[in-house]
C-alpha cells in the first residue's frame, strides 16, 4: 500500500516532468485531482470518526488518480477539525468528515463553524441513538422505562456525553418528548460510558447500538429500542420506537465535507468517486463487520440529513439552555 | 485449554516464515515511531492500519500487536537520549533517563528501560492470561470516586517525594493542574481559562508542555552556556547494570508492572497516568528519594514496567467487554473489527483460538522487542556521538515536529515555544519540573471524577468514605501527609 502511493506519486511525478518537457503544461485544470488529498477527522486517531474514515479513505484512493491522507485535528470538542477545513482553500484538497457534533457546536461555540459555512459531499453511515439498561434493573421493556421515570423522577441515573455530545442529546431528546426526567451524568466518551454501565456506576445509557450489543446479547444490559426507521442488524430483535408508537428518530451520522465554494467540477469528481468507492461488496463487509449501519448518500442526501436532524436538536438545545451563539 | 491453544498456537507461528517476518518488521516500526517524538503508538497504529486490510486476520493482529508492544519501548530511547518523550507513556521516563544518559550511562538507561519493559510485558500477559475476568472485575470497582482518590494520591504521593523543598513540588504541582483545567470542562463542554481564543479552547496538550519543559529547555539551557560550558558527555561504558544493581530493581520493576496492568485495565485511564503513579509512588518508597530526577535507574525501570504492563492491561476490558480500554486498544479493535473479528463479553465462549492468537502475539512482541533492542542498543547510544551542536539542532527541530504532530496543531507548537522558556525558567530558579507534568496528567482526571462523584451522590461528599477502596485511598494519602509530622512528634516525645 505505502509502495502503491510511492509508485502513484512516482509516476505522477514523472508525467508532470514529460509535461513540462515536452512544454505541453499550459491547461492548469487538467485533471482533478493531481496532488494528495487531505482528509481531515476532528477527533483522535482511533476514534469511531478515525476508524470510519480510514476504511472510506481505502477505498476511495482506489477511485482517484490521488492519495487520500488522513489528518487528525482534535480539540474543543470537534469544533477545530471543521474549522480548519472551513477555512482551507474551496480547490477540493481539503475536505473532513463531521457528525452532529458540528450542529450542535455551532450553537454553542462562538468559534465554531457555522453550518452555512460546510458543503455536504456525502453520507458515510448513520448512528441511530438507541436506550438501554442494565439488566439488573428489572426494567424490560421502555413503557417500564417511562413508568419508572415519571414514579421516580431523576430516579434513573443516565451514563451521557457532556452537553452537546450525541448521548447527551439523545437523553434530552427523550426527556422532552416523553415529559420525563434522567439524572444525566457525563462522561468523556463511549468507552467509559460503557464501563460506567458495566460497573453499575450508571443504570441506564443512551448511547448507540454497536458499543451495546455484546453486552446485549450476553445478557448484562438491555437494549430497550432503537430510534431508527429499521431495526439495526446487530440487535434485530430489537424493535424500533417507530414500531412501538413513538415518534422518535434520532440519528447520528458520518458525513464527508468540504469548505463552501469548490468548483462544481471537482465537486462532481469527488461525490462520483466517494459513491463509488461506497459501493463495492468489499467495503459493505468490512462496515457490518464494524457494526456500521452503512448508508451511503450524496451531496443532496447528506444536506438533507443534516438539514433534518438540525431541526430536530435545535428546540432540545434551546430548552437545555445550550444555545448560547447563532440562534436562529 | 487456553493453555493448550496457546502453544498450539505459538508453535504454529513459530514455524511460519512469513510471521516471523512481519513480527520483526512490526517491532522494528514500531521502536523507530514510538522513538520519533509526537508519534504516539495510537498514531502508529492508526497509520498502519490500513496497511492491515491487505493482511489474514492472524497475521494482521500479530503485526499490530507487534508495533503496539515495540512501540511504548520505542518511546523511552528518544526520552533517555535526547530528553523528549516519544510516547506519552514514555513521559516519565527521561526525570531519570536523560541524567543517566548525560553521565555517560545511556547504555545502562536503555537496558534497563528494555529489561524492565520486557518483564513488564511479561507480567501485564500473565495477569492478562491467569486473572482477566477477575482483573476485569477490579477495575471494574474503581469508579468515580475511586478514580479521584487516586488522583489526589498521586498528588500527594509526588509533592512529598520531591527532593529538597516539599513547597516548591507543590507549587509547581499546583501549577499543573491549574493548567489541566485550561479549555472545554470535561463536564460541561464550556471553555475555560481559554479567553474565547481558538488557541486554548482545545486545552493544554501533556506532549507540548513535555516536550517544551524538558527537551527545548535543556537546548536553551546548553545554548546559554556557551559552547565552552557545554558538559562533555564520558564516555558511554557499560551497557549493563551489574547483576547486583539489576537485582536491586526488582521490587520497583514488580510493583510497576502490577500498577499498569490494573491502570491500564481501567477504561480512559491509560499509560500516562500508570506512570505518574507509579514514579510517585517509587520515589515515595525509596530509600534515596533525593537521587530521583538525578539518574536512578529505579526512576527509569517501574515507569517503564508499568507502561510496556499497561499493555496486557488495556486488553482486559477489549477482551471481556468488548470496549476498549484505551485510544490504542481502540484502534486495534477497529482493526480486528474490520477483519470480523469481534472481542467482547463472548469471545472466550465462542472464539478461543482467537484468544490464543492475541495471547500469542503479545508474548512474540515482547520476546522480539526484546531482542531487536538489544541487537541495535549500542546503534542507539551513537546518537550521543553526534557533535553536539548537531546534535541540539535536530533536538529543538524534533521539539517543533513532536508538538505539531500529535494534533496537527501550530498552535501547540506555540505551547510548546513557551514552555520551553518556562522550563529553562525553572531549571534557573531551581524549580523541579516533573510535578508540573504530573500535575497536569492527574488534575483534570481528579476533577472530572470529584465532579462526577458529586453529580452521582447529589452532593453528598460522604460517598468516598462510605465506599472501601476510595477509604483506604484517603487514609494512605492521609498517612504520607502526617508521617512527617507525627515522625517528629514521636522523637520529641521520646526526648
Redesign the interface.
Known amino acids: 500500500?505505502?509502495r502503491r502511493h510511492f509508485i502513484t506519486s512516482l509516476a505522477g511525478t514523472a508525467a508532470m516532468v514529460g509535461a513540462l518537457g515536452m512544454g505541453l503544461a499550459t491547461t492548469p485544470a487538467a485533471a482533478f485531482p493531481d496532488q494528495p488529498i487531505t482528509m481531515v477527522v476532528a477527533w483522535?486517531?482511533?476514534?469511531g470518526h478515525?476508524?470510519v474514515t480510514?476504511?472510506v479513505?481505502?477505498f476511495l484512493e482506489q477511485e482517484l488518480p490521488s492519495t487520500v491522507v488522513?489528518?487528525?485535528?482534535?480539540?474543543?470538542?470537534g469544533?477545530?477539525g471543521v474549522?480548519q477545513v472551513e477555512e482551507a482553500a474551496a480547490d477540493g484538497y481539503t475536505l473532513g468528515v463531521l457528525g452532529l457534533h458540528a450542529t450542535a457546536q455551532s450553537y454553542?461555540?462562538?468559534?465554531a463553524t457555522a453550518l452555512d459555512r460546510l458543503e455536504p459531499l456525502a453520507v458515510i453511515n448513520i448512528e441511530p441513538a438507541a436506550l438501554a439498561v442494565r439488566a439488573d434493573t428489572g426494567i424490560e421493556s421502555f413503557e417500564d422505562f417511562l413508568a419508572y421515570a415519571r414514579e421516580n423522577p431523576g430516579g434513573i441515573?443516565n451514563g451521557n456525553d457532556?452537553?452537546?455530545?450525541f448521548s447527551f442529546l439523545n437523553a434530552a431528546f427523550i426527556e422532552n418528548t416523553f415529559d420525563i426526567q434522567l439524572?444525566k451524568?457525563?462522561?468523556?466518551?463511549y468507552?467509559?460510558t460503557?464501563?460506567?454501565l458495566?460497573?453499575g456506576?450508571v443504570m441506564a445509557a443512551t448511547l448507540p447500538v454497536p458499543?451495546l450489543a455484546?453486552?446485549h446479547?450476553?445478557g448484562?444490559v438491555r437494549i430497550l429500542g432503537v430510534a431508527a426507521t429499521d431495526r439495526h442488524f446487530r440487535v434485530p430483535e430489537v424493535p424500533t420506537f417507530e414500531e412501538m408508537g413513538h415518534d422518535y428518530v434520532i440519528t447520528d451520522y458520518v458525513m464527508v465535507f468540504g469548505p463552501v465554494g469548490i468548483p462544481d467540477d471537482r465537486r462532481a469528481i469527488l461525490e462520483e468517486a466517494l459513491m463509488r468507492a461506497m459501493s463495492g461488496e468489499a467495503f459493505h463487509e468490512?462496515g457490518r463487520?464494524?457494526?456500521l449501519m452503512l448508508q451511503p448518500g450524496g451531496a443532496d442526501d447528506a444536506a438533507a440529513l443534516m438539514a433534518t436532524m438540525d431541526d430536530l436538536i435545535y428546540p432540545i438545545m434551546q430548552d437545555a439552555g445550550l444555545v448560547t451563539v447563532r440562534a436562529r | 485449554m487456553i493453555a493448550d491453544l496457546f502453544f498450539q498456537t505459538l508453535v504454529s507461528y513459530l514455524s511460519m516464515p512469513q510471521m516471523w517476518g512481519l513480527a520483526v518488521l512490526g517491532v522494528t516500526i514500531g521502536i523507530v515511531l514510538g522513538a520519533l517524538p509526537g508519534v504516539s503508538s495510537t498514531m502508529a497504529l492508526a497509520i498502519l492500519l490500513p496497511v492491515s486490510f491487505g493482511m489474514e486476520p492472524a497475521q494482521a493482529m500479530l503485526f499490530l500487536i507487534a508495533v503496539f508492544v515495540s512501540s511504548v519501548y520505542g518511546g523511552s530511547i528518544s526520552a533517555i537520549l535526547i530528553n523528549i518523550p516519544g510516547t506519552p507513556g514514555a513521559i516519565v521516563t527521561q526525570f531519570d533517563g536523560y541524567p543517566m544518559a548525560q553521565q555517560g550511562r545511556a547504555g545502562q538507561a536503555l537496558s534497563v528501560a528494555l529489561l524492565s519493559s520486557t518483564v513488564g510485558g511479561f507480567i501485564g500477559l500473565a495477569l492478562l492470561v491467569t486473572l482477566a475476568p477477575l482483573v476485569a472485575n477490579a477495575a471494574m470497582s474503581f469508579r468515580s470516586p475511586e478514580f479521584a482518590m487516586a488522583t489526589v494520591f498521586g498528588l500527594v504521593l509526588l509533592s512529598f517525594a520531591s527532593g529538597g523543598s516539599v513547597f516548591r513540588g507543590i507549587l509547581v504541582g499546583a501549577v499543573g493542574v491549574l493548567l489541566g483545567m485550561v479549555g472545554f470542562d470535561r463536564l460541561t463542554d464550556i471553555g475555560r481559562f481559554d479567553y474565547n481564543t481558538r488557541a486554548l479552547q482545545a486545552g493544554i496538550e501533556l506532549v507540548p508542555v513535555t516536550v517544551g519543559i524538558f527537551g527545548l529547555a535543556e537546548v536553551l539551557r546548553n545554548l546559554s552556556a556557551g559552547p565552552q560550558g557545554i558538559p562533555r558527555i564520558p564516555p558511554i561504558g557499560r551497557l549493563f547494570l551489574s547483576p547486583g544493581a539489576l537485582a536491586r530493581l526488582w521490587a520497583p520493576v514488580a510493583r510497576g508492572g502490577v500498577i499498569g496492568t490494573f491502570v491500564g485495565a481501567i477504561p480512559a485511564a491509560g499509560s500516562a497516568i500508570a506512570v505518574a503513579v507509579t514514579y510517585a509512588q517509587e520515589k515515595r518508597l525509596s530509600r534515596r528519594p533525593e537521587a530521583f530526577g538525578k539518574g536512578e535507574p529505579a526512576g527509569v525501570a517501574a515507569p517503564e514496567s508499568a507502561n510496556s504492563a499497561s499493555v496486557g492491561g488495556s486488553f482486559v476490558p477489549m477482551m471481556t467487554l468488548g470496549i476498549p480500554g484505551d485510544p490504542i486498544t481502540a484502534v486495534l479493535m477497529g482493526a480486528l473489527l474490520i477483519h470480523g473479528l469481534r472481542p467482547g463479553p463472548m469471545l472466550f465462549a465462542n472464539n478461543p483460538g482467537f484468544v490464543a492468537g492475541i495471547y500469542v502475539a503479545v508474548f512474540f512482541a515482547i520476546v522480539l522487542t526484546l531482542l531487536v533492542g538489544l541487537v541495535f542498543m549500542r546503534a542507539f547510544t551513537g546518537i550521543l556521538r553526534v557533535p553536539r551542536p548537531l546534535l541540539f539542532t535536530i533536538i529543538a527541530l524534533l521539539c517543533v515536529v513532536g508538538a505539531y504532530a500529535i494534533r496537527n496543531s501550530i498552535t501547540d507548537v506555540y505551547i510548546m515555544l513557551i514552555f520551553g522558556v518556562v522550563g529553562y525558567v525553572m531549571m534557573v530558579l531551581r524549580l523541579p519540573p516533573a510535578p508540573l507534568v504530573i500535575g497536569l496528567i492527574l488534575g483534570p482526571i481528579m476533577e472530572e471524577n470529584l465532579r462526577r462523584t458529586l453529580i452521582l451522590s447529589g452532593g453528598r461528599w460522604e460517598v468516598f468514605i462510605e465506599r472501601p477502596i476510595s477509604l483506604t485511598l484517603i487514609l494512605l494519602s492521609l498517612a504520607v501527609i502526617l508521617s512527617p509530622v507525627l515522625a517528629a512528634g514521636w522523637r520529641r516525645w521520646r526526648g
Do not use: C, F, H, W
Request: aromatic fraction near 2%; charged fraction near 20%; hydrophobic fraction near 35%.
Open positions: 500500500m505505502k483522535p486517531a482511533g476514534g478515525d476508524t480510514r476504511l479513505t481505502e488522513v489528518t487528525n485535528v482534535p480539540g474543543a470538542a469544533a477545530n474549522r454553542m461555540n462562538e468559534n441515573i457532556s452537553p452537546g455530545g439524572t451524568v457525563p462522561y468523556q466518551g468507552a467509559p460503557v464501563a460506567a458495566v460497573s456506576e458499543m455484546d453486552l446479547d450476553a448484562t468490512r463487520n464494524m457494526g
